[in-house]
């Protein structure tokens, strides 16, 4: 079992960057695959990126690849968000979540853990 702690999350206005970082417990934190999803009030949950359990193969929702980063040290037991050029409309609530798998995984219903989100607000 592992259990995931978001932060980095704030208030930016548009065109900046924040960085997020998810905190995983546990010792084997390399047998798991990570993802990235973002919820926006009244809307689902989405995707937004994922890395495998290496960090050798990334995956992007396309309308956010070229602004967001996804990356990972397996040695802090830390998976990472680099969001630049920061819009209005990426103001969501962003969680990140782990499956333990060799695949790269991008479905929402596929992960088994959460962590409890960290708010992200970008003004105009």
């Known amino acids: 079992q592992v259990q995931l702690v978001e932060s980095g999350g704030g208030l930016v206005q548009a065109g900046g960057s924040l960085r997020l970082s998810c905190a995983a417990s546990?010792?084997?934190?390399?047998?798991?695959?990570m993802g990235w999803f973002r919820q926006a009030p009244g809307k689902e949950r989405e995707f937004v990126a994922a890395?495998?359990?290496?960090?050798?193969?990334?995956y992007y929702a396309g309308s956010l690849k070229g602004r967001f980063t996804i990356s990972r040290d397996n040695g802090k037991n830390t998976v990472y968000l680099q969001m630049n050029s920061l819009k209005p409309e990426d103001t969501a609530v962003y969680y990140c979540?782990?499956?333990?798998?060799?695949?790269?995984?991008?479905?929402?219903?596929?992960?088994?853990?959460w962590g409890q989100g960290t708010q992200v607000t970008v003004s105009s």
């Open positions: 546990g010792h084997t934190f390399s047998s798991y695959a």
């Open positions: 979540a782990a499956e333990r798998t060799n695949r790269i995984v991008i479905t929402r219903r596929e992960y088994t853990y």
């Open positions: 890395i495998s359990w290496g960090g050798g193969s990334t």
